[in-house]
């Protein structure tokens, strides 16, 4: 698929097809993040975007926000198995028992490494940006970068990060820009 006009008479990707969705693809997707929090936050939520849909996880972000006390690193890896509990039993979240623990343990790690979780990530962003692709069926899945990025992530510790994973935390923060040719998000970069 290509660009689709929206109601709105916008030009975009064709996934952003209802209004939370738009706003999200118009002002977040593919946006430069920054910051070992936001990046995080990224990240967990990506992993549990993992075989389901992303308008799921975006109904459900505020309440990740909220259980996951912002993403901030060092309240998350001071939770425990109580709480894992607790989250399993709230249904405002994703219950994966797996992606839970995903989250809790990658705050302990990223407060183990040496350097940011920024550095780390932004280390991986292709030399060259990828041509505009004009069709989301040009999109890759993962490419070598990501491959490499979740290689590393898992070698540091790091779980529930594949390569598909990896790539979708890279075009969420703008380390790669892959809104198509024509969509009103495309970055000039």
Sequence with gaps: MTVLVGPDGVSRCPWGDEPAMRAYHDTEWGQVVH????????LSLEAFQSGLSWAIVLRKRERFREVFAGFDP??????????????????????NRRKIEAVIANARVLLDLDGSLDD??????????????VSASQVPASTAESVALAKELRRRGFQFVGPTTAYATMQATGIVDDHLAGCVARSSR
């Design 74 to 95: 060092k309240r998350v890896a001071e939770l425990g198995p109580p709480d894992v509990e607790r989250l399993m039993a709230d249904a405002g979240i994703i219950r």
């Design 120 to 133: 780390l990530l932004w280390s991986f962003a292709p030399t060259a940006a990828p041509a505009a692709r």
């Design 35 to 42: 910051g070992d929090d936001a990046l995080f936050e990224r």
